[in-house]
Structures are given as structure tokens and as C-alpha cells.
């Protein structure tokens, strides 16, 4: 594009400064795009004007999702695959999101603590869906002990609120043996079921453990154990449908996350004192959403807010925490 050149930092669109990627293609979605952008080594900024079809895009590749800081989280979950990590790896991995943003734009997931009115409105105007949320339990007590964080026991007020506008919504529950399985998962399955049956999908996802993790109260399922979180899956698999008829199939407790939990030997092993390890799980990748996808006709590199890239690299990895000593 005549004007711009890879590298160029974008500093306003239509003169609104965009914060992330979907706004930005909001603002690109017109006839007429203005752009002002700063290229490294010179002092004044360019303005330059595109005139093109409504809804064409501009050909432009943006290297971020985001232009202001991710917002992180601040849960600290002792099953966070985050603290689970080895040392010594590349600083992005480092990184907990809890950014709704990149739950519309990834499927990453969401617990909700650091929601805001703010968010709920842009959601329901921009239609902001579908979204990921993490339930783990819906015991407020429960909630807060397990994200660490008292604001847990409160958050999932705004899924009720997201669902009653209309915004399709997909759930998970991590399980971890001990904590929020048996009798408090059966409360949640029970709770998801009558105060959120508009889910698109529920998903109960196993704990998974590294050799890296230093929480004590965290282990893999036994054998037994999984079988009976298999078994409670399904009997409320079949409530659902019954009561909410067989369109609902979406809406029960995803079965095809419960294959994780069939008792192969080779992935779901008795707990000893040596506490045998698996590579954590839980993990979402998914295809970027259409707000994302105008990079992949782009024939320049636009990077976007370079200046806050280099400050956020230059900053302690947000969510990292040092290893606890052994109690």
C-alpha cells in the first residue's frame, strides 16, 4: 500500500485510536480509511487515506490482537498450567490472560474476575460471540478458595447476565480430585443446569499435573475416580436432553470431552507418593475469528503499538510467581 511500510507503528484509525483488533476492523469496515501512522527514525507522523469498497479489507497484517495491555489475571490457581512451568522459557509463555477479548478471539477462557459493566455493554452492542468461561465450581466458597481470589465467589454473576443477552457462551470445569469433584461436582452440573441452561457446551476437563508443579493438594485422577466423573458426565448428559429437550444436545456436558477421562493406563494412573506426572491439560486452540482473519490476504506487516510491545517485553512476565518452598 502506497504510503505505508512494514514496521510502520498505527497510531489512530478515522482519528480513534483502536485497542485492539476488533475495533480496528470495525473502523477499517468503511469506504474511506484515514490511517496515521509513525514510522521508526522520523518525526512526523504520516496521514494517509484509503478509498476502497465497504467491507474490502485494507491488506494490512496487524502483530497483535490486542494494541493496549492484556488484561491479566489475577487468580492464582494452584491447577494453573502457567505455575506449572519449567524456567527458562520464552517470556509469552509466562502470560495469564483473562482478557474476554482474546476469549472471542482464540476461545481462550475466562473466569470473569476482572469483568466489568464496561465489558458486558461492548459485548452485547458488538455482539461479542461466542465466549469461554471457567466455572470449576459454582460453591462461591469453593470458587474463591480455587482461583485464590474472593472475587471468585461473585463473577459468574456476568455469565448469567451474558446469557440472558443472548451471548452463546461455552463453559469448563477443570477437576480436580478432591477439591471439586464427587459431591461438589454433581452441585455444579446441577447448578449449571438449572441457572445457566442456556450454555452452548459444558466441558469437564481432567486436572492435568507437571513435574514442575510444587502444589501438594494437586494429583491425577485414579482410575476409579475417573470413571465416576465418566459416569456423572453422562447421567447428566441425559438429564439435560430430557429436560431441555433433544436440540440440547450442545448444552449437556460435552461427551466428547469425557474421552480424556476413559481409564487408558497410559494416561490416567494411580496417585503414589512419587505423584506420577502428565502434561498439563485444558489447553484451547482455535482458529482465529473473523475480526482476525483479514490478515491472511495482507501483503504488509503493520505492527501495531510498537512502543507498547517493547514496554510489556521489557516488564516481569505478569502471573509468574516464584516457586513456593514445600510445606
Known amino acids: 500500500m502506497v504510503g505505508l511500510a512494514v514496521g510502520d507503528e498505527l497510531i489512530s484509525v478515522n482519528d480513534r485510536e ?49 494494541f493496549d495491555r492484556i488484561r491479566t489475571c489475577d487468580n492464582h490457581c494452584s491447577f494453573c498450567f502457567i505455575y506449572q512451568l519449567p524456567k527458562g522459557m520464552r517470556r509469552s509463555l509466562y502470560v495469564k490472560d483473562d482478557d474476554f477479548r482474546l476469549s472471542f478471539l482464540y476461545g481462550n477462557y475466562t473466569t470473569l474476575t ?31 478458595e480455587m482461583l485464590r481470589n474472593p472475587r471468585g465467589a461473585t463473577s459468574l454473576r456476568w455469565l448469567r447476565e451474558l446469557l440472558r443477552a443472548g451471548i452463546e457462551v461455552h463453559a469448563q470445569v477443570v477437576v480436580c480430585p478432591g477439591v471439586n469433584d464427587a459431591e461438589q461436582l454433581e452441585r455444579t452440573l446441577l447448578d449449571v443446569l438449572s441457572l445457566y441452561p442456556q450454555l452452548a457446551s459444558v466441558a469437564l476437563v481432567p486436572v492435568g499435573v507437571s513435574d514442575f508443579s510444587l ?7 485414579t482410575e476409579d475416580e475417573a470413571r465416576r466423573v465418566v459416569a456423572l458426565a453422562d447421567r447428566y448428559q441425559s438429564l439435560t436432553r430430557e429436560l431441555l429437550g433433544a436440540s440440547a444436545s450442545s448444552r449437556a456436558t460435552s461427551s466428547t470431552s469425557s474421552r480424556a ?23 484451547v486452540h482455535r482458529e ?31 502471573g509468574r510467581r516464584e516457586s513456593r518452598a514445600r510445606r
Open 114 to 144: 476482572r469483568f466489568t459493566e464496561f465489558d458486558l455493554e461492548r459485548i452485547v452492542e458488538e455482539g461479542l460471540s461466542p465466549l469461554y468461561v471457567s466455572i470449576h465450581s459454582t460453591n462461591p466458597e469453593l470458587r474463591a
Open 18 to 66: 483502536p485497542t485492539d483488533i476488533i475495533e480496528y476492523q470495525q473502523l477499517i469496515d468503511g469506504e474511506s480509511v484515514t490511517l496515521v501512522v509513525q514510522r521508526e527514525g522520523e518525526s512526523l507522523r504520516r496521514k494517509v487515506t484509503v478509498h476502497k469498497t465497504q467491507g474490502q479489507p485494507l491488506g494490512l497484517a496487524i502483530d497483535s490482537a490486542v
Open 215 to 221: 502444589e501438594e493438594t494437586m494429583r491425577s485422577h
Open 261 to 283: 477421562w476413559r481409564p487408558a493406563r497410559d494416561q490416567v494412573r494411580e496417585s503414589r507418593p512419587g505423584r506420577e506426572r502428565h502434561r498439563p491439560g485444558g489447553g
Open 288 to 318: 482465529l475469528r473473523r475480526a482476525h482473519r483479514h490478515g491472511q490476504a495482507g501483503h504488509r506487516l503493520l505492527p501495531v503499538g510498537r512502543r507498547c510491545a517493547r514496554d510489556w517485553l521489557s516488564r516481569p512476565a505478569w
